[in-house]
Every structure is written in C-alpha cells, then in structure tokens.
C-alpha cells in the first residue's frame, strides 16, 4: 500500500474542517478535485474512509485512524526537510507564506528579489488571504508561514502552537480629501462629523479603526464599506469621505488624498507567524531577515536587523 501525502493532507484537512469546500478553498483545489483525491485513496487503502450525512462528509471509524496517523506522517515529512535543511551546505526549501495587499505589494517584491539574491536556493510563494485566517493556515499546515498583525486597540491571543517574529511596526494616518484639514495633524474625534470609508466591523482592520473611533467618544458614520486601503484612499481621493490608512498603504497615493499624523497613535504590529518547533527551520529565519530587512529600509523597523549574509 502506497500512501499519497497530498491525499493523506486532504483527509486531514477534512477531519479538521468538516467539508469539502473548505478543504478545498484551503489547499487551492476546486471542490471536485477534492472529492476525487478522497476516492482515490479509499482505492489506495481499501476501505471506506468516509461517509455522507446530509451535505457533509464525515470520516468513518477506519478514516478516523487513518487521519491520526497522517498528523504523524506529515510532522515527520516536516522534521525530515528540516533536517535536510540542516544537512546541506547551501539552505534549499520551497516555502509558501500568506500574505495580504499591503504587504504582498510593498514589502514582497524587495524582500523576495533580495532573498534570491543571496539564496536563490530558497523559493517562496505567496498566497494572498484575509489576516484573519492566517495564523489558522500555518497552524493546520496549508503554509509554512504568514503575516499577521495586532493593533494597538485590539491586542489579539497568539496561537500556543505558533511563534511569531515580529517584522514592522506601523502608524495608523488619516486620508481625507485633498484640503479638507488644514493642519499637519488632527484629533481622531474631529473626523467624527464627515463620512467614513472603512472595512467591515468582521475585518481586523474595520474593527481596530472602529475601536479607536469609539475610545475617541464616537462611532464613525460609515458610508462605504471597503475592504482594502487602495480602495478608500482612492475614494477619499474623489471627495467621498475620510479613513484610516496604515504606513504599508502609502506606497502609491492618488492625487486628491491628504495624510494627516494623528495626534493619538494608533499603532499595529505586523509579524511573521510559523509552528513552533525546537529547532526552527532556517530557511523561514532567513525569510524572516529579508522582510525585517526590507522594513526597516521603509523606516518601520521592528528592532535590530541580521546582516544580509546571514547564512
């Protein structure tokens, strides 16, 4: 009997998810693909692994046994490329990292150009998601590493089977359109009167900014619901209300938009999340020291920076 990892991942995925769409939306495969990996290794073992109840898929008592051992079966593929990590002269990995807009277009492409640079031997993909299903994906496994960030306002619990690194640290700015504050810095309570642009109260980003507002003695009147920065310092732009924009987001500024300092900070952290292990892969370290890098050349250094030849 020949055990797939791909396949052996699924079930997992599935013991851990309960459905099909949801191991597929976390392993990048369409629902059918899916379905059909899990009949192929019911073929490959021989047995019924799972069973149908109503619109679920639920794993028999014999999937059930074989999904525990496939927790242990891919920990050691881990601690296997760990230790090849460790055994070669160069640092060789493939990794794939969540990230989200902001990053994915401002610290990424220097961060990953230097990487390649000085180890070309690592390769790393990216996966753009919502922050807050990030620190879940490296957890279960679906990727090596992720971004993920806490505000100021809204501390967030760390996951116990997870360490992070931290990689920046970034100021929350006003964006209102282009004259409408005359000043160089304003009091987040004087925005309460003009129209918001925000993200949704279920979104990190809504919530953090509709926590500071409220720590200000006001809700913010919102008017459109956007999920990214780009898209409300675009609308800002066009006179149609005001936001709060992070460092990371003021790459690229329409014409028409102001940042403003605010007078309280509103600060966020933005990490690098990855499974706790006792001997961390060296290859995620030097990931890390790219990023951390590449932040602190943007002014957002998190603390002291490794050199660049770091091996």
């Not at 309460?192 to 990190?204: G, Q, R, V």
Request: charged residues 20%; negative net charge; hydrophobic residues 45%.
């Amino acid at each position: 009997m020949e055990l797939s990892l791909r396949r052996l991942r699924m079930l997992r995925e599935l013991h851990l998810r309960g459905t099909v769409t949801a191991v597929a939306v976390a392993l990048h495969y369409s629902p059918s693909g899916v379905s059909q990996q899990l009949a192929q290794l019911e073929r490959d073992v021989g047995v019924r692994l799972v069973e149908r109840h109503g619109r679920r898929l639920l794993l028999t008592e014999l999937g059930l046994v074989l999904a525990e051992h496939a927790e242990e079966i891919l920990g050691s593929v881990d601690r296997a490329t760990l230790a090849l990590e460790h055994a070669q002269n160069g640092v060789t990995a493939r990794l794939t990292a969540g990230v989200w807009a902001s990053v994915a277009s401002s610290l990424v492409p220097p961060a990953l150009t230097a990487l390649a640079v000085g180890h070309p031997g690592i390769v790393v993909r990216t996966v753009e998601l919502d922050p807050e299903d990030s620190a879940s994906a490296v957890k279960d496994g679906t990727l090596d590493l992720s971004f993920v960030i806490d505000y100021s306002v809204t501390p967030t619990h760390i996951e116990p089977a997870l360490s992070q690194t931290l990689v920046a640290v970034e100021r929350l700015h006003a964006a209102v359109p282009a004259g409408m504050v005359p000043t160089e810095t304003v009091r987040l309570a004087q925005l309460a009167e003009y129209p918001w642009i925000l993200a949704p109260a279920s979104d990190h980003f809504g919530r953090a900014v509709r926590t500071a507002c409220h720590q200000q003695g006001f809700d913010p009147r919102i008017v459109h619901t956007v999920a990214e920065q780009p898209t409300a310092l675009a609308m800002a732009a066009g006179g149609l209300g005001v936001s709060l924009v992070s460092d990371l987001a003021l790459e690229v500024l329409p014409v028409g938009v102001d940042i403003i300092a605010l007078e309280e900070p509103v600060m966020r952290t933005v990490s690098i999340a990855y499974r706790t292990s006792p001997t961390p892969r060296q290859s995620i370290r030097l990931v890390i020291d790219a990023f951390r890098r590449t932040a602190a050349e943007k002014g957002l250094a998190a603390g002291p920076v490794a050199s660049s030849t770091a091996d």
